[in-house]
């Protein structure tokens, strides 16, 4: 743990987690299967929906920072049943394993996900990530080659937010709304993430994921660490190479800014690009029939 979190109070402890016992739950409405393999030390955890089959790329989801694969729950039902899609707890997160001494740069995550694939049995996939997950996609993307059907990102971490950004030095986060450490940053995580407005939603989860959240608040701010020491990883797997390529963004995320598009429409101007007004860092949660449709049609177009 770093040393410069604070002590959580014996309250947060005290605090009944109800999130385990809620995600179990999700789990069975969902009607999602859940799996496990370990992996460079790690087990990994993911939940699957639909059977895997030869002539189509399974669909892989990777959650955003101080996430989990449940963040993806209002998309998974919108799967036709004979879609295989997997989302999945990137390692130091959810229910997949957390290690003090390992390293979460967007490299070593690509490349223990990448070795998950070949655990998990899948061939060729359509990778899907948001934010941080976005990231490690783009990095798997570049390391499998063809066995990316394609890539779709969404408010993507990892991308200059304009043209004179100086890429030798790690840009500037406010890191207590990205990884709080006390009830109130909580609070302002899951009412800023999106638009920059409370809502019910933002509210409900305050309360469900808040004491999990605070536990958690050490291995997070390490992973988040680790983030910042190699920022931009994924610009350097993008080129006019990179898999068929879906940028989804909100117009109004405070988290990274709808300026990184620019970035995409010059890096890799194959790219399909679709800037959602009235959204936010969370595309998945804020307007999930949208964005879902977005994504079929893109998926269909290339191979699915």
Same mark, same amino acid.
């Given at each position: 743990?770093?040393?410069?979190?604070?002590?959580?109070?014996?309250?947060? !402890?005290?605090?009944?987690?109800?999130?385990?016992?809620? &995600?179990?739950?999700? &789990?069975?409405?969902?009607?999602?299967?859940?799996?496990?393999?370990?992996?460079?030390?790690?087990?990994?955890?993911?939940?699957?929906?639909?059977?895997?089959?030869?002539?189509?790329?399974?669909?892989?989801?990777?959650?955003?920072?101080?996430?989990?694969?449940?963040?993806?729950?209002?998309?998974?039902?919108?799967?036709?049943?004979?879609?295989?899609?997997?989302?999945?707890?990137?390692?130091?997160?959810?229910?997949?394993? +957390?290690?003090?001494?390992?390293? +979460?740069? +967007?490299?070593?995550?690509?490349?223990?996900?990448?070795?998950?694939?070949?655990?998990?049995?899948?061939?060729?996939?359509?990778?899907?990530?948001?934010?941080? @997950?976005?990231?490690?996609?783009?990095?798997?993307? &570049?390391?499998?080659?063809?066995?990316?059907?394609?890539?779709?990102?969404? !408010?993507?971490?990892?991308?200059?937010?304009?043209?004179?950004?100086?890429?030798?030095?790690?840009?500037?986060?406010?890191?207590?709304?990205?990884?709080?450490?006390?009830?109130? @940053?909580?609070?302002?995580?899951?009412?800023?993430?999106?638009?920059?407005?409370?809502?019910?939603?933002?509210?409900?989860?305050?309360?469900?994921?808040?004491?999990?959240?605070?536990?958690?608040? @050490?291995?997070?701010?390490?992973?988040?660490?680790?983030?910042?020491?190699?920022? +931009?990883?994924?610009?350097?797997?993008?080129?006019?190479?990179?898999?068929?390529?879906?940028?989804?963004?909100?117009?109004?995320?405070?988290?990274?800014?709808?300026?990184?598009?620019?970035?995409?429409?010059?890096?890799?101007?194959?790219?399909?690009?679709?800037?959602?007004? @009235?959204?936010?860092?969370?595309?998945?949660?804020? !307007?999930?029939?949208?964005?879902?449709?977005?994504?079929?049609?893109?998926? &269909?177009?290339?191979?699915?």
């Amino acid at each position: 743990m770093s040393a410069d979190v604070p002590v959580l109070s014996k309250l947060h !402890n005290r605090i009944p987690n109800p999130w385990p016992l809620a &995600r179990t739950g999700h &789990r069975w409405l969902q009607r999602a299967r859940r799996h496990s393999v370990r992996v460079d030390d790690h087990r990994i955890v993911w939940l699957e929906r639909g059977r895997r089959q030869s002539h189509k790329p399974s669909v892989v989801l990777l959650h955003g920072l101080a996430a989990m694969k449940e963040n993806w729950s209002a998309w998974l039902p919108l799967f036709p049943s004979d879609q295989h899609v997997l989302a999945v707890d990137i390692p130091g997160f959810g229910e997949s394993d +957390y290690r003090v001494g390992a390293s +979460y740069r +967007y490299r070593d995550q690509a490349d223990r996900l990448t070795q998950w694939l070949g655990a998990a049995g899948l061939g060729q996939v359509h990778l899907v990530g948001s934010s941080m @997950g976005a990231a490690i996609a783009t990095v798997m993307a &570049r390391k499998i080659g063809d066995r990316a059907a394609s890539l779709t990102v969404m !408010n993507s971490a990892g991308i200059p937010a304009h043209d004179t950004v100086d890429l030798n030095r790690p840009p500037a986060f406010d890191r207590s709304v990205l990884v709080p450490v006390d009830w109130q @940053g909580v609070y302002r995580m899951f009412n800023t993430v999106g638009n920059g407005k409370p809502t019910a939603t933002g509210l409900a989860m305050t309360g469900l994921l808040g004491t999990d959240l605070l536990r958690r608040a @050490g291995q997070n701010r390490h992973v988040f660490a680790d983030m910042v020491a190699d920022p +931009y990883a994924p610009i350097n797997a993008l080129d006019n190479d990179t898999a068929p390529l879906l940028v989804i963004w909100g117009e109004k995320d405070r988290i990274t800014p709808p300026g990184c598009v620019a970035f995409y429409r010059s890096k890799t101007p194959h790219a399909e690009v679709h800037v959602m007004r @009235g959204i936010g860092h969370l595309p998945m949660l804020e !307007n999930p029939r949208r964005s879902y449709r977005i994504l079929q049609a893109f998926i &269909r177009r290339h191979g699915g």
